[in-house]
């Protein structure tokens, strides 16, 4: 079993919907949780991060953490095409490596 | 003035072959990385080094070699490649410094063995 389980779609959603990315983990020592984004041919870049438990909140964007559940989940209001992109989860242990999810591939229709 | 360049963008070669990548960051960061980043788009890390030194190395076959020649560059080469080495071969960069630490990629190099 990977430490971090992400499914990797595609999801495809109509444009302006209410979009829910996840990731499960199984490490109870991670702490800090990133999520990524990455465009087609390019590289991913930093959405947003949280630490420990709770919401995090990105124009846009939600980042929520339930520690108890192992889970982590980004949210994205009003969606538009132009977030169609692949979203990555990563999350750290104390010693500060990544451990990456498998990404999931987001497709926003006009 | 792009903060983390890779060359070249694209690689196609033969089997067998040796090839390099080149990676540089103009961030001013202490620590780069080599990820692969295979067809399922999963990204996995290869090396890091924080200061011209080798921090991480996970299990990677010994005909891949990081080269650090100082704190902006880190280079990959890879001797003999297979056709499993294909996949897309991202650069990244950070300053190291603890937990809520970012990365930077470059746009990756996209490397076909045939």
């Known amino acids: 079993q990977k430490e971090v389980e992400q499914d990797p779609g595609p999801l495809s959603v109509p444009e302006g919907a209410i979009v829910s990315l996840n990731c499960t983990y199984s490490?109870?020592?991670?702490?800090?949780f990133m999520w990524y984004r990455q465009y087609s041919r390019k590289g991913p870049e930093l959405l947003m991060y949280?630490?420990s438990s709770g919401n995090k909140e990105d124009g846009r964007f939600t980042a929520q953490v339930d520690k108890s559940s192992k889970y982590i989940s980004l949210f994205i209001r009003d969606s538009q095409p132009s977030d169609s992109a692949t979203y990555l989860c990563a999350m750290r242990k104390s010693n500060y490596q990544l451990i990456w999810g498998a990404g999931t591939k987001l497709i926003i229709k006009p | 003035d792009t903060a983390v360049s890779q060359t070249p963008k694209y690689l196609v070669t033969q089997m067998g072959n040796d090839k390099s990548i080149k990676c540089e960051q103009n961030?001013?960061?202490?620590?780069m990385y080599w990820y692969k980043q295979d067809s399922k788009k999963f990204l996995k890390i290869m090396f890091s080094y924080n200061n011209k030194e080798l921090i991480i190395n996970e299990t990677v076959p010994n005909r891949f070699s990081p080269k650090s020649p100082d704190k902006a560059h880190l280079n990959l080469h890879i001797n003999s490649l297979e056709l499993g080495d294909s996949a897309v071969y991202f650069c990244?960069?950070?300053?190291?410094?603890?937990?809520?630490?970012?990365?930077?990629f470059g746009p990756g190099t996209r490397l076909t063995v045939l």
């Open positions: 949280t630490y």
């Open positions: 961030l001013g960061h202490d620590t």
């Open positions: 990244a960069s950070s300053q190291g410094g603890g937990p809520t630490d970012t990365q930077y």
């Open positions: 490490n109870s020592a991670f702490q800090y």
